[in-house]
Structures are given as structure tokens and as C-alpha cells.
């Protein structure tokens, strides 16, 4: 059996968190990986000193909120790599609230990054794919953009939209060979559940049929899916992928 060829994969905001599992998924499957977030974690630094991965994996210190950086982060993995062959847009931030008390500043934040950095990247990031032929991107959303939750209006808001520019930019690219798809993770065991209190995660568990949080993995593996190789014809969509919570 032919070994597949590896891909480059750019993952926004891998250096912990859901990121940092499918950073590890793309470097299991032998992907050359490149990501970024705004300051370095262990685990990045584990990634940088392992010989076995020294051609394979690149990080960058970038806030892809700011355009430069973004911009920055993407030419050099261009230069390091040339082509990009899938896109993860997985850097996202919550600040929850209830909006009568919620700051214009964080309104920006939440905004700013899970909604305007991600279309901004993604336009550089489609550019190098229509250049060379293809490509997979795959936006992590979240079922709050489908359900809502209270407090977290404004997260919700970029969600649902991030689900739109999913589903209108793979009519965009579908001829072009370019799938675009999204995951709506449930509530998952990482830094940002930590605003959700513990009765709130002991009540999500109880609701969620598979009974229990979800673990970067189980997200991971549904990343792997939808970039296969295979998997052209699945476009367009928004995969849930939260242990039955929303069924
Ligand atoms: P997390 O643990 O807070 O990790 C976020 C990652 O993004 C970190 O690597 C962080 O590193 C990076 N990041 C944050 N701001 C950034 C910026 N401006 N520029 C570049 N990198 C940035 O969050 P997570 O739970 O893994 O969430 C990942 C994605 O899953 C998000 O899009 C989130 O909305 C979605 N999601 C999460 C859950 C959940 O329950 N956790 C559920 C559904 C969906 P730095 O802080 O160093 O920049």
C-alpha cells in the first residue's frame, strides 16, 4: 500500500486546548503542520525540540486578530513550505456575560477574532489553495451558534455567522476543488470551559446522552474526516459533534 503524500495543514491557535489536538492528529498522520497562537505553551516547545519533527512542524508566535500578524504567519509558511494544503480556522475566544452588562471591548474581542481574523485568514489562505488546485478547510464552530446559551450571546453570534461563510464560501470553491466545512464541538474539557461552573458542566453532562465532556480528540478525529482526501463530495456543512446533546 502507497504511503499517502503529506499535506501542509495550517491550524490557527494550536498550542493548546482543541488546537493543540489536532495539531497532534495532523503530526500522527505524518502532515507537515504549521500553527500559531500568541504565546508558546510547553507542548509547543516539546513539538520544536523533537528531532523526528524538525521538518515537519512550524510555530509562530501571531495574534491573528491583528492583520499583519496574520498575514506575517501565513507568508511564512508559504515560504517554508509553498503550498497550503488544508486550513483549520480553530483559534476562537469566549467572554461570557449577559449582554445588558456585557463591554463594547469584549463585544470587539469575541468579534474581532472568531469572526473577522478567521475571514481575513482564510481569504490569504484560498488565495495559495485556487493557485495550486485544492484544498480543505474546515471551520471549528460551535453548538452555541445553533442553540444559544445564556451569557454567551455574543459568542453565539459569531458562531452561527462563522456557519454561514462556511456554507456560502463552499458554494464559492466548490468547483475549485476546495471543500469547506465546519464542526460544531459541544462543550468540550479545555481552558475555555473553565468560565462554565461546575453545576453548569454537571448539568451538561447529565443532558448529554453519551454522558460525559467531549475531549479534543473526539473533535480531532472529526477534522480527520472531512479532510480526507476521499471525502470531496462533502461540502458545505456543519458537522455536530457533541456526544448527542443537541439531538
Ligand atoms: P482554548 O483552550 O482557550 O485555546 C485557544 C487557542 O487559541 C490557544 O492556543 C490560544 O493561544 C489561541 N488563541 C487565542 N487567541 C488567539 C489569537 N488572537 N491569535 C492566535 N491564537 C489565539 O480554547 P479551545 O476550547 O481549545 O477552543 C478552540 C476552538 O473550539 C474555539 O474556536 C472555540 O470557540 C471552539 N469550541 C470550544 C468549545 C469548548 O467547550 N472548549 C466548544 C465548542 C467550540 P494564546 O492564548 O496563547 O493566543
Redesign the pocket.
Known sequence: MNTPAPRTVVV??????????IVQSFLDAGDRVA???????DLVEQWQSDEALADRFLFLK?????RD??TGFVTAVVEEWGSIDVLV??????RDGVLALFSDDDADTVI???LK?TISLTRRVVRNMLAHGGGRIVN?????GLTGYRGLSV?GAT?AALDGFTRALARELGSKSITVNGI??????????HG?DEGQLQQIVRRTPAGR??E?DD?ARAVQFLVDPRNDWITGQVLVVDGGLTS
Open positions: 490557527t491557535g494550536g498550542s493548546r486546548g482543541l488546537g493543540a489536538g500553527t500559531c497562537s500568541r504565546s508558546a505553551t501571531a495574534d491573528v486578530s491583528d500578524q496574520a480556522n480553530n483559534a476562537g475566544v469566549a474581532d477574532l472568531n481574523a471549528i464552530s460551535s453548538i452555541v459568542y458562531k460544531a464541538p459541544g462543550y468540550l474539557r479545555t481552558e475555555m470551559s462554565l465532556l467531549g479534543p473533535i
